[in-house]
Every structure is written in C-alpha cells, then in structure tokens.
C-alpha cells in the first residue's frame, strides 16, 4: 500500500516550483506504474500478470533524485556511470529484475533503464542516444557486482532502454517503438542461440496528447497520458488510476488539488510552443498579405521572398484563402 501512495503524493504536491523530471522519475519509481510498461515493452514479461510483475523487480529502482522518506520508502541514490572516461551518463532510472521461470539462485535476469523525456525538440536524434545508453549498460557489466568477470561472456545479461517521451509532433504522438538484435544468414543457414546475442533492446514511447476519459481500455500507452498528459485534477487523475489499472490512492486530502495537468512542465510547454507558433503564423499572414497588394505577386512568391517557414506556410496560406473568400 505505500507503494502506492508514493504515486498518490506525487501528483497532490507537484506545482510549479518542482522539477518535471522529479515528478517523472518518482511516478515512474513506482513498481505499480513499472509493472505496466514492463508487460508491454519487456517481451520476457508479456505472459505474466502484471499483478505478478512487481515481485520480479528484485530491489527498490535507483533513480537520481531524493523522496520524502515519510512517503516513499526508495532511497535517492547516485546513478552515474562512469564506465568510460571523460563520458559520463546519469540515468534517471536504474534497476535490475529477475527474469521469469529463472534458476533460484539467479538474483539479476535483465538490466532495465527508463529516460523520462520532456520533448522529442533535439539537436540529436534520441533514438541514437538510446542506443548509446544500450551499449554501456552492457559495458558497465564487466567486473561489476551482479555483471561478469574476465573473459565470462556467457554472463553478460541483457539490457532495455526504454524512453518515455512526452511531448512530440502530432505524426509521433501513439508510436511504440522497439527496437533489437536479430539474425540474418546471408549464405549457409545456421542459426544460432537467440540467447547468444539477444542482449540489448530500446523502446521508444510516445504517449498521445488526447484521453477519452469514458474509454475504458486500460492500456500502458493511457496509463502514461493520463500521468503526465491528460488535462484533468490530480482528484480524476488517481480515480481513474484506481478504477482501470488497481493503483488505489488511499490518502485522504482536505481538498482538491485543481489546475494539475497545467502544473506540469510538459503541459505548459506544450501550451507555450503552440501561443509561439500561433503567434508566427499571425505575423506571418500580416506580412504576405501587404506584400502580395504592394507587389502583385503570388502567394507563393511572397511566401518565398519572405522566407516564411515551411512548416507553417500551409496554415498561412488557408487563413489568406479563408479571408478572400470572406471578402
């Protein structure tokens, strides 16, 4: 039950002056919230109730940030890797978990990693970056506790990276993903054991903006918009995390908390990027429609003199049709 009220804290006390990415990782900490995105992005989990998951997870995760301990029972601790000079990485979180119909005796079956994303706006492609963190979660293993030692390769075991990205463009939003080794044989057939090089996926998860709070389908990807997307009180919000995936919120509070979804960075910088781009638009439209009466060209041309975005040029070019036909 304490598990469960570190998610039921989480939202009433996330406000404006703290970390998104705080909140992130304590929502995502959560073994009942682990549990779900383990069923449907780990496939070594995918016939196991999610009811039973969580015994699986063999310790507390590890995650880069301090928690109340009056309220979560996860200790913050230090998640750096250090493994290659000069290059280090800190994961948001870390943990380890044993893997279904394992030996007694075997404590660590996987290596799983979570990255909490704020927006899918980088400089670097982050599919590539989830295949780095891949990489040295496996290079990390060697001579470390619970890893391999010497020349002991048989022991490497296998590695997910899965990222969580909360704010995208409109053609990613519901995307999952997964990304593997496989075998190909190019000339004589001979397959060997998946085992063998079965050591390293990434997942990519982009939750969609929209919740259709009457559907009852209580899949991960809702899970994951209604924590960090939907636009509903943190009151609905553990409602609706009871009624359709069993995460009871028990702890009484004397009010509700209102305006939650906009307390969320994500949420607000979803609303700035579209009062920016509103705003381009409108100056954008000002400005081709005193070029084309001063120069007689086209719309085209003035878009193309003008340097207007293109990726704005179609909203442009239907409000000045839209107002012609006004007139």
């Given at each position: ?75 913050g601790r230090n998640v750096e890797d250090q493994s290659v000079h000069g290059a280090e990485i800190k994961y948001d979180i870390l943990f380890d978990a044993k893997l279904p119909n394992s030996e007694e005796n075997e404590r660590i079956g996987l290596f799983i990693n979570i990255e909490a994303q704020n927006s ?165 439209i000002s400005m081709v429609i005193s070029f084309m009466k001063t120069t007689n060209k086209s719309m085209d041309e003035v878009m193309d003199m003008a340097d ?20």
């Amino acid at each position: 039950m304490e598990a469960n009220l570190e998610v039921a804290d989480a939202i009433e006390t996330n406000d404006l002056n703290k970390a998104y990415d705080e909140y992130c990782k304590k929502i995502l900490s959560n073994k009942q919230i682990l549990a779900r995105i383990m069923k449907e992005c780990v496939a070594e989990y995918r016939d196991i109730p999610v009811e039973e998951i969580p015994s699986y997870i063999e310790h507390d995760p590890q995650l880069d940030v301090a928690v109340d301990d009056e309220t979560d029972k996860i200790q913050g601790r230090n998640v750096e890797d250090q493994s290659v000079h000069g290059a280090e990485i800190k994961y948001d979180i870390l943990f380890d978990a044993k893997l279904p119909n394992s030996e007694e005796n075997e404590r660590i079956g996987l290596f799983i990693n979570i990255e909490a994303q704020n927006s899918s706006n980088t400089t670097y492609p982050i599919l590539s970056r989830a295949v780095y963190y891949c990489s040295r979660l496996l290079a990390k293993q060697k001579n470390m506790q619970g890893g391999f030692h010497n020349s002991e390769f048989q022991n490497l075991k296998k590695v997910y990276s899965i990222w969580i990205v909360m704010n995208s463009s409109k053609a990613m939003e519901g995307v999952l993903n997964k990304y593997t080794i496989t075998e190909e044989c190019l000339e004589t057939k001979y397959q060997f054991p998946k085992a063998d090089y079965d050591k390293l996926c990434v997942v990519m998860i982009y939750p969609n903006s929209e919740y259709d709070i009457k559907d009852d389908k209580n899949s991960m990807m809702k899970m994951l918009n209604l924590l960090f997307k939907a636009k509903m009180s943190a009151e609905d919000k553990k409602y609706q995390l009871g009624k359709n995936y069993g995460i009871m919120m028990t702890r009484a509070i004397g009010k509700e908390v209102d305006g939650m979804c906009d307390l969320s960075k994500g949420v607000r910088a979803e609303g700035i990027a579209e009062g920016l781009e509103k705003g381009r638009v409108e100056m954008a439209i000002s400005m081709v429609i005193s070029f084309m009466k001063t120069t007689n060209k086209s719309m085209d041309e003035v878009m193309d003199m003008a340097d207007i975005d293109k990726t704005i040029r179609p909203k442009v070019e239907k409000a000045i049709k839209a107002m012609n036909q006004s007139i």
